[in-house]
């Protein structure tokens, strides 16, 4: 495990490296989930692959970026599930993205997840690595080392809400329970990357981040592998909860390396709240 540590920490100085050099602009191509990708993607795919296929404890890696899935070491242990450049297409507004690694023993699904790395890239760099604990690292830029900064905690109930999907397209409960936390006074933290607005919820004291069915997205958006299951992790870990508005995530399973989920990340005070919205709530 600490042989894939040290690797993405090596990715991570190579991706923010191309961050502030390369072009961001279009290819012409899309990802496994039809999104538009950025020169950026396919760079930092190819960084992180190039990084764990010769990482020795790597069995097989599959990427957001790719279809299928990549032998590693044969004699490995780990299933590596990577989005190299989330919310690559915030960088050319300027605003933070991240790269988003779930470990896996025994194959992928919520249940063999045992390790959650991510990476914020923003105005500084900053790691976060889930094991028994969730631990905060922050880049020394003139060494390009990671220091360790402190163990991260949820608070039980927090004052910052993240709330995703097209509202057009919200079901009308989940709405009115949007609406009535905002109503409690939380503060609207979106910027439309998972990476920093649940960054942002997890060092602030803890709150909400909702991805949910929509009428137009009845099976959310995120992806269960790259992003959904890593960050549950992380949630967890930290003294969390993390659910589809029914189950626990890390319950869930997967049919295609693609799936995606609702999603809800949050202290135990606002996920129990969208848990008895969502009990029996009609669409
Ligand atoms: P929307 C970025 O494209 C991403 O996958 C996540 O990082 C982010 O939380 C979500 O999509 C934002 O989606 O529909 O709000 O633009």
Known sequence: MTE?????????????????????????????????????????????ERHLLKTSSVIEIISEEKEDAMPANPNGKYFVAYDPLDGSSLIDVDLSVGSIFGIYKGGYSGENIVAAVYIVYGPRVEMVVARDTVELFRLNEETNEFEFVKELRLEEKGKILGPGGTQKYWYPYHKEMIDNFFKDGYRLRYSGGMVPDLHQILLKGGGLFAYPGTEDKPKGKLRKLFEVFPFAYVYNKAGGLAVDGKNDLLDLDIDGYHDTTPCFFGSNYEIKKVLKTYEGAEK
């Not at 993405?8 to 602009?25: M, P």
């Not at 999104?35 to 795919?45: A, T, Y």
């Open 4 to 48: 894939i540590i040290n690797s993405i920490q090596k990715i991570a100085v190579e991706i923010k490296d191309a961050i502030k050099t390369k072009d961001t602009g279009k290819v012409e191509s899309l990802n496994s989930s039809g999104d538009i990708q950025v020169k950026l993607d396919v760079i930092s795919d190819e960084i992180v």
